[in-house]
């Protein structure tokens, strides 16, 4: 709880990643294989990065999280996320859900250009980080039924 408390305060004062930290990808399929970081994610970062309310996944998912209140019902559950989707396309859905769903209101999380309803404090720039998008597919790939 403090810990995610912790990042939660972080993502709020850094306000997300600037526009430099983007880094090239390459799209595989459904995809994208490699680590935008170049190294695996921390999953112990990702699970407090999934229940930081301030800009992720926790407003709209739920998920195996008990010690957690008030989680969203507007997406699906990401209990059993890691059998339903690898890396690679956690990764894909995380950096840009709308190439899966044009519609969808999910964030594009690691793009700053063509976005609609962005807040003001994420124009141009993206809402995490190459290294947050790593630790948070770290640990959705934890978890499995």
Not at 1 to 16: E, R, S
Not at 60 to 80: K, Y
């Amino acid at each position: 709880m403090i810990v995610a408390a912790l990042v939660a305060a972080n993502l709020t004062l850094a306000g997300g990643a600037t526009a430099e930290d983007l880094v090239p990808y390459k799209i595989v399929g459904d995809g994208i294989p490699a680590s935008l970081t170049g190294s695996p994610g921390d999953a112990a970062r990702g699970r407090a990065l999934v229940q930081a309310r301030t800009t992720t996944c926790i407003l709209c998912h739920s998920g195996p999280f008990p010690e957690t209140r008030f989680q969203g019902d507007l997406a699906p559950d990401l209990a059993g996320a890691g059998n339903r989707w690898t890396a690679s396309q956690l990764r894909l859905r995380l950096v840009d859900a709308s190439r899966f769903n044009p519609q969808t209101i999910m964030p594009s999380y690691y793009r700053k250009d063509d976005l609609v309803r962005a807040g003001r404090s994420f124009t141009g720039k993206p809402i995490l980080s190459a290294a947050e998008i790593e630790d948070i597919v770290a640990f959705l790939a934890t978890l499995r039924d």
